[in-house]
């Protein structure tokens, strides 16, 4: 009773698996691009907010 429930479900699990798995690919491309925008923009962000303080506009925003 157990491997005759067990095998459809491995193959079913498999399949999924195999679809999942194409999904985090490019999911974990993307993610990764994102998370390095980020991190550039959060850094460009700080380091604007930084140089602009007292300052005024800094230089190299002109």
């Known amino acids: 009773m157990k491997p005759a429930l067990h095998h459809p479900d ?3 699990h498999s399949d999924h698996h195999a679809k999942s798995w194409k999904v985090a690919e490019l999911f974990e491309k993307y993610l990764g691009a994102a998370i390095a925008i980020g991190v550039i923009v959060l850094l460009a962000g ?6 602009s303080t007292g300052s005024g506009t800094p230089t190299w925003m002109r």
């Open 46 to 51: 700080l380091f604007y907010a930084l140089t």
């Open 10 to 12: 491995t193959h079913a």
